[in-house]
């Protein structure tokens, strides 16, 4: 299992440094699927609860099922316009969803992107 970030993607989220993090909530498998619009064939969206000191967030990513490598999308806080309802049906959301797969998919063909691999998960 890995977990690819996409480099562009890091800086819009603003999370370049909080990479090891990120992968460590995405080993721990507790997930909650959650439903996407014109998703790559095999895969679907997750989103991840996380608690800082700086308050609460959710992390989204895009999971391939066959071999469940994730690939990171967003890191909102729950006070967010996108944050607040991780849903399809929040039209920001929906929109920003849109745009990142697209960053996401023009990065891996342009290889501008990083892989962790996760040993020993779940």
């Known amino acids: 299992m890995k977990v690819v970030f996409s480099k562009?993607?890091?800086k819009k989220e603003n999370v370049e440094k909080h990479k090891e993090k990120i992968v460590k909530a995405y080993a721990k498998g507790i997930f909650t699927i959650?439903?996407?619009k014109d998703l790559p064939r095999d895969s679907q969206l997750v989103k991840i609860y996380t608690t800082t000191i700086s308050g609460v967030g959710r992390l989204v990513f895009l999971i391939q099922?066959?071999?469940d490598d994730g690939f990171f999308l967003f890191f909102r806080s729950k006070n967010d316009e996108?944050?607040?309802n991780i849903s399809i049906k929040?039209?920001?959301f929906r929109s920003q969803?849109?745009?990142y797969l697209q960053i996401l998919k023009e990065d891996i063909?342009?290889?501008n992107y990083e892989v962790y691999k996760i040993s020993g998960y779940r």
């Open 97 to 99: 969803l849109r745009k």
């Open 34 to 36: 959650i439903k996407g």
């Open 8 to 10: 562009t993607l890091l």
């Open 82 to 84: 996108i944050g607040q």
């Open 109 to 111: 063909k342009k290889k």
């Open 65 to 67: 099922t066959k071999t």
């Open 90 to 92: 929040n039209p920001k």
